[in-house]
């Protein structure tokens, strides 16, 4: 099946800062979605993103589907950002949403 | 607005024990799901439903039954608790298979 590989497996840094997260997958995918879990355990979705840049507030996020790739950035960092990303993405011809290991991010004040 | 809820949201049980895990959604999504998430393991799916009556096996079926008689309530039975089966279960839905997933906020399951 499809892997799915998340880079860094953890980041910290400081409030105010800006942070690049990336998402690296084995197989072409129709589907590509990125979710924010709050320290709470609350899974948020952030883009439905199987191509192409979206933007929402200070989060954005490229998919460059040839390339097999997709990154999230975070601008202007707030604590409340806090928490572990997921990538999950959908291989062709599948009906499964295969998650990555996640990426962890601390900011801190 | 509810969205898409769980209960309990926390549950201690017995091995051996049947449990069973609500879920209900309000947005009469077509698609439901259910996920299990482990340390290690990160987030598995279980099963899946594209419709009222149409259930679908995901990665970690064992040990576990679904029913969908109505669109809004997926719940999630386990048969016989294991302690392997002690984890923080997910539930999700979205409008279709390719749509935005969207879950809800989790139960914690403890099987001693």
């Known amino acids: 099946g499809i892997q799915v590989e998340q880079s860094p497996p953890d980041l910290i840094l400081q409030e105010g800062a800006n942070s690049t997260l990336r998402c690296n997958f084995s197989d072409s995918v129709n589907n590509l979605q990125w979710f924010h879990q709050n320290p709470w355990g609350q899974l948020i979705n952030l883009f439905y993103?199987?191509?192409g840049t979206k933007q929402n507030g200070r989060l954005s996020a490229t998919t460059v589907a040839t390339e097999r790739y997709s990154l999230l950035y975070i601008s202007s960092s707030q604590t409340t950002d806090s928490g572990v990303y997921f990538c999950a993405v959908e291989g062709r011809g599948a009906q499964k949403l295969v998650f990555g290991q996640g990426t962890r991010l601390t900011i801190n004040p | 607005d509810a969205g898409i809820t769980q209960s309990p949201r926390y549950k201690i049980t017995e091995t051996g024990r049947q449990v069973t895990l609500m879920c209900h959604q309000t947005?009469?999504?077509?698609?439901m799901f259910w996920y299990r998430q482990d340390l290690g393991h990160g987030l598995r799916l279980i099963y899946y439903s594209a419709a009222a009556d149409i259930t679908d096996k995901g990665e970690v079926p064992d040990g576990y039954v679904v029913s969908r008689s109505k669109t809004e309530n997926f719940p999630l039975t386990l048969e016989s608790a294991t302690r392997s089966q002690t984890s923080v279960y997910f539930c999700?839905?979205?409008?279709?298979?390719?749509?935005?997933?969207?879950f809800g906020p989790g139960t914690r399951l403890t099987v001693l």
């Open positions: 999700a839905s979205s409008e279709s298979v390719l749509a935005r997933r969207y």
């Open positions: 993103i199987p191509s």
């Open positions: 947005w009469s999504h077509s698609y």
